[in-house]
């Protein structure tokens, strides 16, 4: 300060003329000590000072430079601001000073803390620690502070373990309860809004008792003192300091120490006995000192002019308020200022300019926002060991809050961690939630302690920390992370897989199996046992099997529109076609015996026209079954979602289920109606009576479509299609196989029962 204020007088553009003279208070850290000074001030000096020249108020404060403390700047500012005296401190950060209604007449060259407390909780986030520390000073620093930096921290989703306070005066006992603390938390991180004094004697304590390592985050207060960097166990600390700066001419001033100057200050004769360990004047104790001591030999804080935080400060606070006195007394004239010293002006006036001062001073611009503050600027200064094993403050980034959001801070360099480690530590509650699991917050605990739960079946979730899961879309299923939705595959009865090869083999073969039928039939045509057993029917009979296994084929492949009207009408039809040409066989043989009774004509009304019209009329009708079914609701295509949650299965839709039990009904009548009548024909004498074998065969058919009722209904998805292809395939053998199958035994093996005589004789075949 007295350096600034010898620069400004020696100024020839600065109050040119003009000389500023000061007094320096020593608060001694004390509320009252404070107060009473600055009652002092107010009430005018009753020191003169520069005797030899005159001044125009003598003994009128202008304005206080000061306090470097929070709470003694807030006792001081009440007072001041009843006199409208500015005050313009260079350390007081809490951010309740921003307050014009409380403390009208502060202003300050060091940020608020709201800005740091912002910065702070921003730093935690970018390095993932959400679940921290805290302790601070229980002073208005340390109370503002951290209630200022737990706002912005829960405004980033960070969760504090603890929040402790203390003081320099508290017991001793208070100070191990908060030492206890932090060496008892899963926390690693630890944010500490504390005063240097506080901090040295909570890191004393920590000190006697090793602790789980720390990474310790500090406030301007302390991580950019040089007396800290002596708890090597805090090595890796990270936190906001003021910028550094250069002052010109500074050092050399600092050593421009005479003996006179020396004698004549009772705080530079205390520095410059504890420097060289001696006594200015006669003692006869200690050792005198003599003259030779040179001050540019002493390497401490004093010399050390190259961490010039908190001194650029009170160096900005002091050009502050001259360029208001400046603005408030001069006229500035063709580049020339003109002052009157003999003005007089109120330090009302003064705390008027020093709200519009703007200026810039070695490079650094000064001003006051409306709460009269300066624009917030901070470096990141990391802790780091050095090769000689030593720690230095090494500034690793920035922070400019006039930026624009996103953009304030910065990391230019690489960082080391608590114990000297390369990697970021970490400071969660709870590890994150990998995705394909959801967060469900722990009973009684804070946000960031939960428990990562899968997502229930069917959702997922795509995102680290997810606290929904959400449902895939409806042809969509999740994969086995749950973290993505595919596409459900689609699942229908193919002639790629086993069992529809199998059917469909079943299909050909048994089409197949009656051309063969047929063509032996062809071949023995006028044999008697072919054509006793009413060739025509039979060969239609044969036909009709031959579609019946074919239209399985129809059941088996992706079902479109036109597949899925043909499959069941294809099926209806062929089926009426085969059990009218059986009803008709089975006719053909009761009327053969009933014709054979004297006096009997019937079979002059069941000829070949007849039984054609009645194999003609029974198909016509489900012909026409079929018709009104595909025009009112025909089958269509489906993907049915229900059956199964993770796959879709591409089916027929019945369309009209009416319609499809009407055709299936229409089958079973003509099936039962059939199967009476061979019942009634069974015990016909005939070597080759039909009846017997069409009643198996019409047992077995309706056995199986019986069973095929229920066992359609339950089958699930396309098994519900190889049901009825079964019944199909074991309907159309049994009809086959029991009809045909003894005469061509006969045929082909038998054929000396292929006779007339034979067929005419009384034994049973």
Same mark, same amino acid.
């Given at each position: 300060?007295?350096f600034a204020?010898?620069?400004?007088?020696?100024?020839?553009?600065?109050?040119?003329?003009?000389?500023?003279g000061?007094?320096?208070? @020593?608060?001694?850290?004390?509320?009252?000590?404070?107060?009473?000074?600055?009652f002092?001030?107010?009430?005018?000096?009753?020191?003169?000072?520069?005797?030899?020249h /005159?001044c125009?108020?003598?003994?009128?404060?202008m304005?206080?430079?000061?306090e470097?403390?929070?709470t003694?700047?807030?006792?001081?500012?009440?007072?001041?601001?009843?006199f409208?005296?500015?005050?313009?401190?260079?350390f007081?950060?809490c951010?309740?000073?921003?307050d014009?209604?409380?403390?009208?007449?502060?202003?300050?060259?060091?940020?608020?803390?709201q800005?740091?407390?912002?910065?702070l909780?921003k730093?935690?986030?970018?390095?993932g620690?959400?679940?921290?520390?805290?302790?601070?000073?229980?002073?208005?620093?340390?109370?503002?502070?951290?209630?200022?930096f737990?706002k912005?921290?829960?405004?980033?989703?960070?969760?504090?373990?603890?929040?402790?306070?203390f003081?320099?005066?508290?017991p001793?006992?208070?100070?191990?309860?908060?030492?206890?603390?932090?060496?008892?938390?899963?926390?690693t991180?630890?944010?500490?809004?504390?005063?240097v004094?506080?901090?040295?004697?909570?890191?004393?304590e920590?000190?006697?008792?090793?602790s789980?390592?720390?990474?310790?985050?500090?406030?301007?207060?302390?991580?950019t003192?040089?007396?800290?960097?002596r708890?090597s166990f805090?090595a890796?600390?990270?936190?906001?300091?003021?910028?550094?700066s250069?002052?010109?001419?500074?050092r050399?001033?600092?050593?421009d120490?005479?003996?006179?100057?020396?004698a004549?200050?009772p705080?530079?004769?205390?520095?410059?006995?504890?420097?060289?360990?001696c /006594?200015?004047?006669?003692?006869?104790?200690?050792?005198?000192?003599d003259?030779?001591?040179?001050?540019q030999?002493?390497?401490n804080?004093?010399? =050390?002019?190259?961490?010039?935080r908190?001194?650029n400060?009170?160096?900005?606070?002091?050009?502050?308020?001259a360029h208001?006195?400046?603005?408030?007394?001069?006229?500035?004239?063709?580049?020339?200022?003109?002052? =009157?010293?003999?003005?007089?002006?109120?330090?009302k006036?003064?705390?008027?300019? #020093?709200? /519009?001062?703007?200026?810039?001073?070695?490079?650094?611009?000064?001003s006051?926002?409306a709460?009269?503050?300066p624009?917030a600027?901070?470096?990141?200064?990391?802790?780091?060991?050095?090769?000689?094993?030593?720690?230095?403050?090494?500034?690793v980034?920035?922070y @400019?809050?006039?930026?624009?959001?996103?953009?304030e801070f910065?990391?230019?360099?690489?960082?080391?961690?608590?114990?000297?480690?390369?990697q970021?530590p970490?400071s969660?509650?709870?590890?994150?939630?990998?995705?394909?699991?959801?967060k469900?917050?722990?009973?009684?605990k804070?946000?960031?302690?939960?428990?990562?739960?899968?997502?229930?079946?069917?959702?997922?979730?795509n995102?680290? =920390?997810?606290?929904?899961?959400?449902p895939?879309?409806?042809?969509?299923?999740p994969?086995?992370?749950? @973290?993505?939705c595919?596409?459900?595959p689609?699942?229908?009865?193919?002639?790629d897989?086993?069992?529809g090869?199998?059917?469909?083999?079943?299909?050909?073969?048994?089409?197949?199996?009656?051309?063969i039928?047929a063509?032996?039939?062809?071949?023995?045509?006028?044999s008697?046992v072919v054509r006793?057993?009413?060739?025509?029917?039979?060969?239609?009979?044969?036909f009709?099997?031959?579609?019946?296994?074919l239209?399985?084929?129809?059941?088996?492949?992706?079902?479109s529109d036109?597949?899925?009207?043909l499959?069941?009408?294809a099926?209806?039809?062929?089926?009426?076609?085969?059990?009218?040409?059986?009803l008709g066989?089975?006719?053909?043989?009761?009327?053969?015996?009933?014709?054979?009774?004297p006096?009997?004509?019937?079979?002059?009304w069941?000829?070949?026209?007849?039984?054609?019209?009645?194999?003609?009329?029974?198909?016509f009708?489900q012909?026409?079954?079929?018709?009104?079914?595909?025009?009112?609701?025909?089958?269509?295509?489906?993907?049915?979602?229900?059956?199964?949650?993770?796959?879709?299965?591409?089916?027929?839709?019945?369309g009209?289920?009416?319609?499809?039990?009407?055709?299936l009904?229409?089958?079973?009548l003509?099936?039962v109606?059939?199967?009476?009548l061979?019942v009634?024909?069974?015990?016909?004498?005939?070597?080759?009576?039909e009846?017997?074998?069409?009643?198996f065969s019409?047992?077995?058919f309706?056995?199986v479509?019986?069973?095929?009722?229920?066992?359609?209904?339950s089958s699930?998805g396309?098994f519900?299609?190889?049901?009825?292809?079964f019944a199909?395939?074991?309907s159309?053998?049994?009809?086959?196989?029991?009809?045909?199958?003894?005469?061509c035994?006969i045929?082909? #093996?038998?054929?000396?029962?292929n006779t007339?005589?034979?067929?005419m004789?009384?034994?049973q075949?």
């Amino acid at each position: 300060m007295v350096f600034a204020i010898e620069e400004i007088n020696n100024s020839t553009e600065l109050l040119p003329g003009i000389t500023l003279g000061y007094q320096i208070h @020593d608060s001694c850290a004390s509320v009252p000590i404070a107060v009473h000074a600055a009652f002092q001030l107010s009430n005018s000096l009753d020191l003169v000072f520069y005797t030899g020249h /005159k001044c125009s108020q003598f003994g009128k404060v202008m304005a206080i430079v000061g306090e470097s403390g929070s709470t003694l700047s807030i006792s001081m500012s009440r007072i001041f601001g009843s006199f409208n005296i500015p005050q313009v401190s260079h350390f007081a950060t809490c951010a309740c000073l921003s307050d014009k209604q409380q403390y009208p007449s502060f202003f300050r060259t060091i940020p608020s803390d709201q800005f740091q407390s912002d910065a702070l909780a921003k730093l935690v986030k970018h390095f993932g620690w959400t679940w921290i520390g805290a302790v601070r000073s229980d002073s208005d620093y340390g109370n503002n502070g951290m209630a200022s930096f737990l706002k912005a921290a829960q405004k980033e989703g960070i969760c504090v373990e603890y929040s402790e306070s203390f003081y320099r005066t508290h017991p001793r006992s208070r100070i191990q309860r908060v030492a206890g603390i932090i060496r008892r938390s899963t926390a690693t991180v630890v944010v500490a809004f504390v005063a240097v004094t506080e901090l040295s004697i909570l890191l004393e304590e920590l000190s006697l008792e090793p602790s789980p390592p720390r990474q310790w985050i500090g406030s301007e207060s302390w991580v950019t003192n040089h007396d800290m960097l002596r708890f090597s166990f805090c090595a890796g600390a990270i936190g906001f300091g003021i910028q550094k700066s250069v002052i010109p001419g500074l050092r050399e001033f600092l050593l421009d120490l005479s003996p006179s100057k020396v004698a004549a200050s009772p705080v530079l004769t205390e520095f410059w006995e504890d420097a060289f360990n001696c /006594k200015l004047g006669k003692t006869m104790e200690e050792r005198a000192c003599d003259g030779t001591e040179d001050i540019q030999t002493v390497q401490n804080p004093y010399t =050390d002019t190259s961490q010039l935080r908190i001194t650029n400060m009170v160096y900005k606070a002091v050009y502050a308020i001259a360029h208001a006195i400046h603005n408030a007394v001069c006229q500035d004239t063709n580049a020339t200022a003109q002052c =009157d010293k003999f003005t007089r002006i109120e330090s009302k006036k003064v705390l008027t300019q #020093l709200k /519009k001062v703007y200026f810039s001073q070695n490079g650094y611009d000064v001003s006051f926002d409306a709460n009269g503050d300066p624009v917030a600027r901070y470096e990141l200064v990391n802790w780091q060991k050095s090769e000689s094993g030593s720690i230095e403050m090494v500034t690793v980034g920035r922070y @400019d809050a006039s930026l624009p959001e996103g953009q304030e801070f910065s990391i230019n360099r690489n960082l080391t961690w608590v114990d000297g480690g390369t990697q970021v530590p970490v400071s969660v509650c709870s590890d994150s939630c990998p995705p394909g699991t959801r967060k469900v917050l722990q009973k009684g605990k804070p946000i960031c302690c939960y428990d990562c739960i899968p997502c229930p079946e069917g959702e997922i979730s795509n995102a680290t =920390d997810s606290s929904d899961c959400f449902p895939c879309p409806k042809e969509f299923w999740p994969n086995t992370k749950r @973290d993505t939705c595919l596409p459900k595959p689609v699942e229908f009865l193919s002639f790629d897989e086993v069992l529809g090869i199998i059917l469909a083999a079943f299909s050909v073969g048994g089409a197949c199996l009656a051309i063969i039928t047929a063509a032996v039939f062809f071949c023995h045509r006028t044999s008697p046992v072919v054509r006793a057993n009413n060739s025509e029917l039979s060969f239609l009979l044969l036909f009709s099997l031959t579609l019946c296994f074919l239209c399985s084929l129809t059941f088996i492949g992706a079902p479109s529109d036109w597949s899925c009207m043909l499959r069941h009408t294809a099926f209806g039809i062929t089926f009426v076609l085969c059990i009218s040409c059986v009803l008709g066989k089975t006719i053909v043989v009761l009327m053969a015996f009933r014709a054979t009774l004297p006096g009997s004509n019937i079979m002059k009304w069941f000829g070949p026209p007849q039984q054609r019209m009645t194999v003609v009329s029974f198909t016509f009708i489900q012909i026409l079954i079929c018709t009104i079914w595909l025009l009112l609701r025909p089958p269509f295509p489906k993907k049915n979602l229900t059956i199964y949650k993770e796959r879709i299965i591409l089916e027929c839709a019945l369309g009209s289920a009416i319609g499809f039990w009407v055709v299936l009904g229409y089958i079973g009548l003509l099936a039962v109606f059939c199967f009476v009548l061979a019942v009634l024909a069974r015990k016909l004498p005939d070597n080759f009576n039909e009846a017997k074998m069409i009643t198996f065969s019409m047992l077995i058919f309706c056995a199986v479509w019986i069973t095929f009722i229920p066992a359609y209904i339950s089958s699930p998805g396309k098994f519900t299609v190889a049901v009825e292809i079964f019944a199909i395939l074991a309907s159309s053998f049994g009809l086959i196989l029991c009809i045909f199958a003894p005469k061509c035994f006969i045929i082909l #093996l038998k054929p000396e029962k292929n006779t007339k005589k034979h067929l005419m004789s009384k034994n049973q075949f």
